[in-house]
């Protein structure tokens, strides 16, 4: 009796899931391009009493019920016409593919297809990064069988505290002897030597460093100090009312390395130290993300420090000067509802979503072919115009060309809508707003063009409907009404049972 209350209790707790599923698709009929979920069950436990022989039944009970699986309806919503010229809906297969929503990341894109990292191809790499005109080097040694996330992490700890945000770098090495910090106070000049400093050193042992060199003086200086500030700077303060007059280097370029920079006397400050970009992984690609809006990255190349020089196509980059695009490339996000607007962003006009993710594709007159590794740009209907340039009309055919008037011109080509297919669209993980994210559990294909590669063809003008069936989803409701009931009356029952059970004791 005991077993069947808990059993009626599971049974409860499943079909009030079913009903919160059930809820959730009807509050979502009139949804753009919603897709509704079904609820399956399976039994949770059994308990064996006797196993069963040739010729001789077992005997087993169950132990309840439980959610076997959610599952979501892919299946294609009517079409729905809006007259709007930003709206788009799918009929077939495939996903409109969106980027992030804080368009900061800069994807690198080049010319090379470069190779895996091997044993024959394992060493030290040097990455050249230009950053608001500054060029830093970074070098990391990077093995045969290392994963993505191990390269980022070996990427990001060498980043750390070596590139400033300002563009300057701290020393890539340890400062040659005789390279001295030339200091002068009240008119007494000291020197402090700095060839103990390493590159990748944090602004507070700096700072530590400079103060042990400051101890070493003859006679003891305690009118001075470095300190680092909260912000990060190396900060030459002063103390008992001395007056720092100048400061100097005597290496200019450990003075470029080191940042310092006067501002008076007494404000002497190195830039700060703080990791402005960091790389990053996205669906086992590196990637390289500024963490600031303001951050210019103007170029990277990659090379091998040893002798294999470009093998490096776990990061997606080329040799040879890969530049950074502009282009919002950040963690994509696949959707069917293709509730457009326009954005305008200086000379940029993008289709976005309305969290403002933009719509992807591929750019150019004709458009760019589709790469395997599935990187994709931002729809820029005014690619390549200047401000006093305008877009009179645009259109979006059904494979997905997308085509524009400047000026009242011809009609001509500015690039193309990307679609994905997931062999298995049920493994995608929802982020709600109508947004999936792809992973290994859905086999996302490479992107391509519109009615091509399986994907279906686009309808300028059209979105696609819920696919909710509200006849079906009652249909399930007064079943799950029923359901819900039954299992109480098993536990009002067993109660009765119980109680009876009880009497009997008298």
């Known amino acids: 009796m005991i077993g069947s209350m808990y059993s009626g209790i599971s049974a409860m707790q499943a079909h009030k899931k079913q009903m919160d599923v059930i809820g959730n698709d009807i509050a979502n009929v009139n949804t753009v391009g919603y897709k509704q979920s079904d609820v399956t069950f399976k039994e949770a436990f059994v308990t064996t009493l006797r196993n069963p022989l040739p010729g001789e039944p077992g005997i087993q009970t169950g132990l309840g ?42 994807l690198l894109d080049g010319a ?9 191809t394992e060493g030290t790499y040097d990455i050249d990064i230009d950053i608001n005109g500054t060029s830093s080097t970074l070098s990391v040694d990077l093995r045969d069988g290392d994963t993505a996330e191990e390269i980022v992490a070996k990427l990001n700890q060498q980043i750390s505290g070596t590139l400033q945000g300002n563009g300057y770098t701290a020393p890539a090495a340890a400062v040659p002897a005789g390279e001295d910090l030339n200091i002068t106070l009240n008119g007494t000049a000291l020197t402090l030597n700095t060839g103990a400093l390493a590159g990748g050193e944090t602004a507070a042992t700096i700072a530590s460093s400079l103060n042990t060199a400051l101890a070493a003086q003859v006679p003891p200086v305690t009118d001075i100090q470095f300190a680092e500030s909260p912000a990060g700077e190396i900060q030459l303060q002063t103390l008992d009312a001395a007056s720092v007059d100048t400061v100097s280097v005597v290496n200019d370029a450990f003075s470029q390395s080191l940042g310092f920079t006067t501002a008076g006397a007494g404000n002497v400050q190195a830039a700060t130290i703080t990791d402005q970009v960091s790389f990053d992984l996205n669906l086992g690609t590196v990637r390289l993300a500024p963490k600031v809006n303001d951050f210019d990255l103007d170029s990277i190349s990659i090379a091998d420090g040893t002798s294999n020089p470009g093998a490096m196509s776990v990061l997606g980059y080329a040799t040879g000067g890969a530049s950074a695009t502009s282009a919002d490339q950040g963690v994509v996000a696949l959707t069917r509802a293709g509730d457009f607007v326009l954005d305008t962003n200086g000379d940029n006009t993008y289709l976005i979503t309305s969290e403002g ?27 390549g115009l200047s401000s006093s340039q305008m877009v009179s009309d645009y259109a979006v055919g059904m494979d997905g060309m997308i085509r524009r008037a400047v000026d009242g011109g011809p009609m001509e080509s500015v690039g193309r809508v990307a679609l994905a297919i997931a062999d298995n669209p049920g493994g995608l993980k929802a982020l709600g707003s109508n947004l999936y994210e792809p992973n290994e559990a859905a086999s996302v294909r490479d992107y391509s063009g519109p009615d091509e590669n399986g994907n279906g063809q ?49």
């Open 357 to 383: 993710r933009r719509l992807q594709g591929v750019m150019g007159d004709p458009p760019s072919a589709f790469d395997a590794n599935t990187i994709v740009d931002d729809i820029n209907l005014r690619k």
């Open 65 to 106: 019920v439980q959610v076997a699986q959610i599952s979501r309806d892919f299946t294609g919503g009517s079409l729905m016409e809006t007259g709007k010229s930003a709206n788009m809906a799918i009929s077939g297969n495939g996903f409109f593919i969106v980027s992030s929503e804080s368009p900061q990341a800069q």
């Open 112 to 120: 090379t297809t470069l190779q895996p990292i091997t044993a024959a």
């Open 458 to 506: 686009i309808f300028q003008g059209y979105l696609e409907n819920s696919n909710v069936d509200l006849a079906s989803e009652f249909t399930d409701m007064i079943v799950t009404q029923r359901g819900f009931q039954a299992n109480s009356k098993t536990i009002s029952t067993s109660d009765e049972l119980l109680q009876e059970l009880i009497r009997l004791k008298r």
